[in-house]
């Protein structure tokens, strides 16, 4: 349902109207409030990330709730008959100000957050939360959509206005607007709970990122690159701590260290901080949360009648049912095994060659693969990651966006647009023909205290004819390690691809022709596949001979060591494949199973023993800090969406693969934009993805990409 709040936040993480400020002092405080006020500027208007501050959220947060609200009793009070014109275009347009609190909210909570902010955060969670109710459960809100819905099966509207009203029909229904009194007020009191424990959950495993920090001497570096030597001795001096070497508790820190580090102690210590996050038995242990999320939310869509929590939220996915997002799982499960069971004799065999007395352990396997890699493929990562410069790869998006999509990427002249961070940096994002501009492109590349680890997409204003078409505002957010002053941030492969895998969020972001808000929705098992499908222009012969330079002699990757990157292209998919599913699986059981049967961590564990996940990887994601699943409800039996995702992104690729002009083939690339970015939400997913293939997608291409056995494979 869209209720006007910033796209990319989860209802549940947001919005309730209960207890307002007080005094003519507080409520002149909100009147006045920059976070509320319309956006100036250049670019129909820009947020005001430089008047941002802590105390001004709240007080917003809370007029802007207000208002909305006010403009939903406007809609309720016409008493005239309900129409799309008169209840529905008003729903879409309510909210505006509500929308711009929330964007400064989502920057302070996932880009520069604090203590300060995280106590506003915990106080507002439930109001946002009973807001959220307020609208969702309004009875005569409800009763005006239910009657422009029934009217539209007998007598349909245009195809825009179709959609609209049946994805918001379907949200109120799923939300509980056809309850009881008596079950509608369970509902908005488990929601709130909810709302807490999210916040709570999210917090605790910020908390673990910033607490568990090893710093090493220079006794304890063997192995490590120079680069990450360099960055790790800044994030040391950041902290306190000058002449020493931070390994961060993050994956962008983690990572390298546990694929070069020489000293298998240390890997060990560094392993078992990054996947205990949550999970250390102390104030800020997720367990006992993750056990009254599940609870709450099976006891939720009992009272509308489902079996279970993944039953109800899958319903309007692509997958539909549990059953199907398990079958795909499961087929694709005992590849993957067989994969990792090749994989660790390889390991275990440099170990043993090594004179190394050792069994390979979890934080052996990123060590051991490096080994194998350039036994068997004469592949060294870190030769790769010396053609992997940041600024080269941003060159590389913007001519990929240019020859998909025909935008031109030009640099904002600093100072103009307001950042919220030092390190942000905008472009212009113009048409390359007619010179229109789309919006702006906001880069904010860095890992630092405060800001969540991974890498995602936002917008902080999306396209719609009906709010008048103003120019997307569309941002990208990465944990690089910030390199020495004067040295070059070089990434790995992985790393590459991920920052191609964001940029196509916010291209499908940037490339929306749509009517009305609500189509800029999106569907959870879907909407990965366009930014999956991105990352193959990485490893097209157009970026590796033009981008991919050296960051000290600019020459351009050598052709052999690109043939070694290709032919390495399936090496470590049992690794990848196992301990994404892991998390996958385990979320799909989370949410099928009886809740008051789960200890979080006895469940874990005795369900990937029967799954007979190996011994030597651990899931991507351990449930007492899978933010995907509990820190919100996003991702909520949606884990697996990436693997459903990467089906369709396979079998797209192919079709480029197939074309005469490769993957810059004009013809394939207009079907690209019109059918699977140009459209969002208002075409339903499966039916873009024919008109754009002529076909369903077929697994056969995903089993293909991942070097994996095909039955009766037809390429062959």
Known sequence: MKLHIKKGLSVFALVSIIGYCNGQENEQKSMNNPLLAEWTGPYQGVPAFDEMKVDLVKPAIRKGMEMHLSEIEKITANPEEPTFENTIIPLEKAGEELDRAFTYYGIFSSNISSPEFREVQRELAPEISEFSSKISQNEELFKRIKTIYDKSQKDPLD???????????????????????????????????????????????????????????????????????????????????????????????????????????????????????????????????????????????????????AEWRLQNRMAKNPENAMDLMMKVWPAALARVEEEVQDMQEIANTEGEDITIKPWDYRFYAEKVRKKK????????????????????????????FNFEFTPVEEGTVPVFHEDVKVWEVTDKDSGDIIGLWYLDPYARQGKRSGAWATTYRSYNELMGEKPVLASNNSNFIEPAPGEPVLVSWDDAETFFHEFGHALHFLSADIKYPTLNSGVRDYTEFQSQLLERWLSTDKVI???????????????????????????????????????????????????????????????????????????????????????????????YGYLWADVLTSDAAEAFAEAPGGFYDKEVANKLVKYLFAPRNAMDPAEAYKKFRGRDAEIDALMRDRGFPVPEDKKE
């Open 159 to 309: 195809a825009a206005e179709q959609r609209v009203i049946d994805l918001i029909y379907e949200d109120f229904a799923m939300q509980g607007a056809e309850l009881n009194k008596e079950d509608k007020q369970r509902y908005a009191e488990i929601n709130k709970e909810l709302s807490g424990l999210y916040t709570k959950f999210s917090n605790n495993v910020l908390a673990d990122e910033e607490n568990y920090v090893i710093y090493l001497s220079e006794d304890q570096l063997d192995g490590l690159p120079e680069s990450y030597i360099k960055s790790a001795a800044q994030a040391a001096e950041e902290r306190g701590e000058k002449g020493k070497y931070a390994v961060t508790n993050t994956r962008s820190s983690m990572d390298p260290f546990l694929t070069y580090s020489t000293e298998r102690e240390l890997r060990e210590k560094v392993w078992k901080n990054y996947y205990s996050r949550g999970d250390n038995n102390d104030e800020y242990d997720n367990n006992e949360i993750v056990k009254k999320i599940l609870k709450l939310r099976d006891e939720r869509v009992e009272l509308l009648g489902y079996d279970n929590y």
């Open 545 to 639: 001979n033009q981008f991919l330079r050296h960051h000290e002699t600019n020459e351009v990757i050598p052709e052999e060591l690109v043939k070694k990157i290709q032919k390495a292209s399936t090496f470590n998919q049992g690794f990848a494949t196992t301990e994404f599913l892991a998390s996958a699986i385990m979320d799909m059981k989370y949410h099928t199973t009886d809740p008051d049967k789960i200890d979080p961590d006895t469940f874990e564990r005795e369900t990937l023993k029967e799954l007979n996940m190996p011994e030597e990887i651990v899931m991507r994601h351990r449930t007492p800090h899978f933010g995907h699943v509990f820190s919100g409800e996003g991702y909520a039996t949606g884990y």
């Open 377 to 404: 493929y004469d592949l060294d990562s870190e030769e790769v990651k010396q053609y992997l410069e940041l600024g080269n790869l941003t060159q590389a998006l913007f001519f990929t966006a240019g020859e998909l």
